[in-house]
Antibody, heavy 118, light 107 residues
Framework: QVQLQQWGAGLLKPSETLSLTCALY????????WSWIRQPPGKGLEWIGEIDHSGSTNYNPSRKSRLTISVDTSKNQFSLKLSSVTAADTAVYYC????????????WGSGTTVTVSS | DIQMTQSPSSLSASVGDRVTITCRASQTISRYLNWYQQKPGKAPKVLIHGASSLESGVPSRFSGSGSGTDFTLSISSLQLEDFATYYC?????????FGQGTKLEIK
């Protein structure tokens, strides 16, 4: 069974860098794009970006200047770094797998709550 | 960015009712439209992909239709476990975007 397990710091101060990692268990890492999506408290879903096993990325232009998504294929892991965070970056962050075909998210991590507060 | 607009934003219904949620894209997205269900404190779960394909394991009371800019999600006979928030998502072009959500509540 394919599972994604995610972790990272949950409390940050403004201007710090958010860092999250997601690990794949039970499936193939190659052949898919691996994504990050976030959800501010009480709000909807926002796509952050994605990466494939070769390191090819697509980023949301609204966050691109602060965003780095990387991959470690030896560990079947991918990571998100978002620099210079503000309170507006407070959200639940989800990692996920983008299925081929119609590019839908078919496997999700359980989510990591990140709070930015001074 | 492609804007996705869902309606209604909230909906009250009873067990056994048939409900329909609509999603409109700001430009044509062919059939690159996916529907997700989210329950409080949980990650979203895909129900429908490619506008009308039912994800494996999802009950057949869920169905989707549409192409181009207008799409619908229907639930034929509501069950208690269906009360949740539903999101549409376009996967036609990055940045992928979601509708604002439809909260389905028990009447």
């Amino acid at each position: 069974q394919v599972q994604l397990q995610q972790w990272g710091a949950g409390l940050l101060k403004p201007s710090e860098t958010l860092s999250l990692t997601c690990a794949l268990y039970g499936g193939s890492f190659s052949g898919y794009y691996w994504s990050w999506i976030r959800q501010p408290p009480g709000k909807g879903l926002e796509w952050i970006g994605e990466i494939d096993h070769s390191g090819s990325t697509n980023y949301n232009p609204s966050r691109k200047s602060r965003l780095t998504i990387s991959v470690d294929t030896s560990k079947n892991q991918f990571s998100l770094k978002l620099s210079s965070v503000t309170a507006a970056d407070t959200a639940v962050y989800y990692c996920g797998r983008k299925n081929r075909g119609y590019d839908y998210m078919d496997v999700w991590g359980s989510g990591t709550t990140v709070t930015v507060s001074s | 960015d492609i804007q996705m607009t869902q309606s209604p934003s909230s909906l009250s219904a009873s067990v056994g009712d048939r409900v329909t949620i609509t999603c409109r894209a700001s430009q044509t997205i062919s059939r690159y439209l996916n529907w997700y269900q989210q329950k409080p404190g949980k990650a979203p779960k895909v129900l429908i992909h490619g506008a009308s394909s039912l994800e494996s394991g999802v009950p057949s009371r869920f169905s989707g239709s549409g192409s181009g800019t207008d799409f619908t999600l229907s639930i034929s006979s509501l069950q208690l476990e269906d009360f949740a928030t539903y999101y549409c998502q376009q996967s036609y072009r990055t940045p992928y975007t979601f509708g604002q959500g439809t909260k389905l509540e028990i009447k």
